[in-house]
């Protein structure tokens, strides 16, 4: 079972950055496909970034593309959330999730049900 921890959320104005962080323990994440999703108050959990096994490949929701960055140090065993260029409507609880089936396309690393751990969440409040 793998534990993933986030961290680095917190209050920013808008135009500012944040970089989350997400650590696991008890399993290492080298062979895990990464993903981060968020969900603001009175809204459904939606997709924001995902990230290979390998790292050599990176998906982002439209809302955050150009914008957002995902990174994976499997030498620290943990993934990272780059948050640059911030806006109002980023507010909401950002949660780190690992899949550990084999394989992993594009199409279920965008969806919730596609992973099989989950952090407890990190508040990120952006205000105008």
């Known amino acids: 079972q793998v534990q993933l921890v986030e961290s680095g959320g917190g209050l920013v104005q808008a135009g500012g950055s944040l970089r989350l962080s997400c650590a696991a323990s008890r399993r290492t994440i080298n062979n895990y496909a990464m993903g981060w999703f968020r969900q603001a108050p009175g809204k459904e959990r939606e997709f924001v970034a995902a990230i290979s096994w390998s790292g050599g490949s990176t998906y982002y929701a439209d809302s955050v593309k150009g914008r957002f960055t995902i990174s994976k140090d499997n030498a620290k065993n943990t993934v990272y959330l780059q948050m640059n260029s911030l806006k109002p409507e980023d507010t909401a609880v950002y949660y780190c999730?690992?899949?550990?089936?084999?394989?992993?396309?594009?199409?279920?690393?965008?969806?919730?049900?596609?992973?099989?751990?989950w952090g407890q969440g990190t508040q990120v409040t952006v205000s105008s």
């Open positions: 999730t690992a899949r550990v089936r084999i394989p992993a396309s594009p199409l279920l690393l965008q969806r919730a049900g596609g992973y099989d751990y």
